[in-house]
């Protein structure tokens, strides 16, 4: 079937402001909408420019605005897109180049919430033991491929620079709850200041976002309630 | 341009480069350097397991492992290499577990482990539980984890440059690496004492493969640019369950928990070839039962696929252990596993081969294991070699961490006894001079066209089954592509993320790795794992029990010498499952 494409283009190195354009091309049901993108540009116009790698939605760099929603460009598949689709970067972020975005505020939020195993009673030999209730109780949360779907989604975002975003809050929820870790303090701390978890005015944006179909507002309810409780419950949510 | 100075480079932030650079940090001054920020690495699409002997679910032990690895590579591997990956792999694997990642557990709170294909208890007995796992996204947390490691301990990431020279000096040490910051269009000189490359596999070479759009072989081929040897480059695994058509992997962390790949008549036909180990027979010896039902007739409706059958797994297996690749399944064919089968086809998955090191991920020059000083390998852009002529599945993950380990440690020793050698003059010109090229040509051949030819003849010349014919034909094919490949043109002439100018650079190292594939692949005249001739059907212990050493020669040329295999534990035998 034909389709039109309809593209978001800026470059920087030529343009003042972005302007769409339009690319008719013939294409398979089944085709990844990445699929697409890149028989534009091999074929077509080589200057069209976004991020992509594994092409199966696992390593989270081609997250853009598919017909007004946030998805993975690899992860969406021609037939469910109808005849006229439009491809816009992420909102929310700096446009570098047509569908590709400045990731350094993303990753620098994400760094904010200490994103790794705060621990020092490492066994000398040997695992240390967690049961497997308390291995899923952060199992949602570990699902996460920082694509930035979610953060770019959320209308605080949009607005406020300082909030953290669902995604690194999806990241803090990982160590929070995850029985082996000594440092839910000192992020639910960080979570609970003016740039944190309060912000989330729970518009569930985020999780209609996600890829992985992680439970991003779950999660970051949870987190809040943490907070107010003053409690973290390794086992039960 | 821009100048730096560090004790180590590290190019590639997968696996293998993070665990070095975890060695390094904090004690030594380090770049990683990614062509991608460092989660996007292909690494993390790894899915069923890390093994490790943990006996943590019945009895194991690495020598099990050990042998498993030295049969399921048809005894090309250098045992005393797989002797260090299977002992270490145990302390490895508690070491990502005390950094964070989250396996799956026991009822006792340990790390569960699940079965997987060709590894088995007692030398052969049966199949053991020896996968360590995290659901079916094990890749994904390693890669994860290790990123967050290397948060922890301020690691410099050059996130966005691309690798486009690798500096030697006169004496042939190796001094830094030349990068292309996709950013800005910059030409970075990383001077060092030590580099690593761990850049990854080359999958996309193939038409059909589960690798990431970067696996291009980049870091492989510029060393070879240089004179450096690759090892074995005929030995190629087509992993058996592909989504078709797509090449997307499906784990064989599905057959580990129980599924079936069935023909047109419904059979589990693994079973009629290997009777023991059915299924869970190793990815080669699987491709090409696969190859040979479809060429017997019994593809599904008469096409090329077969079928992977999940449908009599208890539903919570599938929802727990296997819910990223049975979401695939419904994602990109609207298939539901739990209800049919999934299509399926071999695809293009891993590279035995690559720059050639020792047990310290110093790469080697010639067969008598010189090393190349300053120079390391680790991951899949080497061959040390642990796979041999196959590798067992889960048994990447183990070298990853194991080798990548092992890199970083030495390197250490070396930054401290070492001072910088001096760069030569104009490290970056050589890559200056093709990227201006290709920046100022108006028309010429299209990398788009090229690289479509050269995936298509290697997808059906040098794939699962080879005869000398075919590999004639595509070693023909791969030169007149070289030939092409150098009046090609890109659209792209701009400075700032010029994604058309990398894929041009991409593809010349493609087709370097490509010629030597089909190189080796033409002279190793026999069967041996993954490298299957139809013309010559037997295994050659006689005068095939030799890795196959490729040098790029003055004239442009290539020179394959052989380089004996160590035998430490396990004499060459049948092998049979």
């Known amino acids: 079937m034909e389709v039109t494409m309809r593209i978001k283009r800026f470059n920087p190195e030529t343009d003042k402001k972005a302007h769409f354009e339009e690319y008719k091309v013939e294409v398979e049901g089944t085709d990844r909408l990445l699929d697409v993108l890149n028989q534009i540009k091999w074929y077509i116009d080589g200057t069209l420019t976004y991020r992509r790698s594994c092409a199966h939605g696992i390593c989270g760099s081609d997250a853009m605005r598919i017909n007004g929603r946030n998805r993975l460009a690899c992860k969406t598949l021609m037939q469910d897109l109808g005849k006229r689709i439009t491809l816009e970067p992420l909102i929310g972020f700096k446009v570098e180049k047509d569908l590709l975005v400045d990731m350094e505020p993303f990753f620098a939020a994400y760094k904010s919430v200490k994103p790794y195993l705060i621990a020092d009673d490492a066994p000398s030999s040997g695992e240390r033991l967690q049961s497997p209730e308390e291995r899923h109780r952060f199992d949602d949360t570990t699902k996460c491929i920082l694509c930035a779907a979610c953060t770019s989604s959320c209308p605080i975002t949009w607005t406020n620079d300082e909030f953290v975003g669902p995604a690194a809050i999806v990241n803090a929820h990982r160590f929070i709850f995850d029985s082996r870790d000594q440092g839910a303090a000192l992020r639910l701390k960080i979570l609970n200041k003016g740039s944190g978890v309060w912000r989330c005015r729970t518009v569930f944006n985020c999780t209609d976002a996600c890829p992985r179909d992680i439970k991003v507002t779950e999660a970051i309810e949870q987190v809040k309630r943490a907070l107010i409780s003053g409690e973290v419950n390794y086992t039960e949510a | ?577």
């Open chain 2, 1 to 577: 341009m821009a100048y730096h100075r560090y004790d180590a480079v590290i190019v590639g932030a997968g696996g293998a480069g993070l665990m070095a650079a975890i060695q390094l940090a904090g004690k030594a001054n380090i770049a990683v350097v990614s062509k991608l920020y460092p989660t996007r690495s292909h690494t993390g699409a790894a899915q069923g397991g890390v093994s490790a002997a943990l006996g943590n679910t019945e009895e194991d032990h690495w020598e099990w492992h050990m042998y498993d690895t030295v049969k399921g590579g048809d005894y090309l591997v250098d045992q005393d290499a797989a002797e260090v990956l299977t002992r270490e792999a145990i302390d490895a694997v508690y070491e990502l577990e005390h950094m964070g990642l989250p396996f799956n557990r026991t009822p006792d709170g340990k790390i569960d482990q699940r079965r997987f294909g060709g590894h088995t208890r007692n030398f052969g007995e049966t199949p053991v539980r020896r996968a360590c796992y995290a659901a079916d996204r094990t890749g994904h947390m390693i890669i994860q984890t290790l990123y967050q490691q290397g948060i922890k301990h301020n690691v410099n990431f050059f996130d966005e440059h691309h690798l486009v020279d690798i500096i030697f000096t006169d004496d042939g040490a190796c001094c830094g690496v030349v990068t292309y910051e996709i950013k800005t269009g910059e030409m970075h000189v990383i001077h060092a004492k030590t580099v690593l490359i761990a850049s990854g596999g080359f999958g996309r070479v193939f038409k059909v493969t589960s690798n990431a759009l970067a696996g291009t072989g980049d870091g492989v081929a510029l060393a070879f640019n240089h004179g450096i040897p690759l090892m074995d480059m005929e030995m190629y695994q087509f992993h058996p369950t592909g989504i078709y058509k797509m090449g997307i992997l499906l784990s064989e962390a599905a057959r580990g928990e129980g599924a079936v790949v069935r023909n047109s008549e419904g059979e589990a036909f693994a079973a009629r070839y290997a009777p023991t180990l059915k299924d869970l027979a190793p990815r080669d010896m699987m491709s090409r039962f696969i190859h040979q039902e479809i060429k017997e007739g019994r593809g599904i409706d008469g096409k090329d696929y077969v079928l992977l059958d999940f449908t009599h797994l208890p539903e919570e297996v599938i929802d727990e252990k296997l819910p990223d690749i049975t979401d695939f399944a419904r994602t990109y064919l609207g298939v539901e596993p739990k209800k049919e089968g999934v299509p399926i086809q071999p695809t293009a998955h891993y590279a035995m081969g690559g720059l050639p090191t020792n047990v310290e991920g110093q790469v080697i020059r010639d067969p008598q294991g010189t090393t190349v000083p300053g120079f390391y390998s680790a991951g899949e852009s080497a061959c040390v070699s642990v796979h041999g002529a196959n590798r067992l599945g889960t048994n990447s993950l183990v070298d990853l961490i194991v080798f990548g380990r092992r890199a970083g440690k030495h390197m250490y020793g070396e930054i401290q006894s070492n001072d910088w050698a001096e760069l030569p003059k104009n490290p970056m010109d050589r890559a200056r001079e093709q990227i201006d090229t290709l920046l100022s040509r108006k028309s010429g051949e299209s990398v788009a066209d090229i690289r479509k030819e050269m995936q298509e003849v290697m997808m059906d010349d040098v794939s699962v089954v080879r005869t000398h014919e075919g590999l004639t034909e595509a070693h023909d094919k791969i030169r007149d592509l070289q030939q092409a490949y150098k009046n090609i043109a890109i659209m792209d002439k701009g400075h700032i993320y010029n994604m058309d100018l990398l894929e041009g650079l991409e593809l010349g190292n493609m087709l370097e790795c490509a010629e030597t594939i089909v190189a080796g692949a033409i002279v190793r005249k026999e069967s041996r794992g993954a490298h299957y001739r139809e013309d010559f059907q037997e295994r050659d212990d006689k005068n095939w029990l030799a890795h196959t050493m490729t040098y790029r020669e003055s004239d442009g040329s290539l020179r394959i010498e052989k380089k004996p295999i160590v035998i430490t534990r396990f004499e060459p035998k049948e092998r049979k499952y």
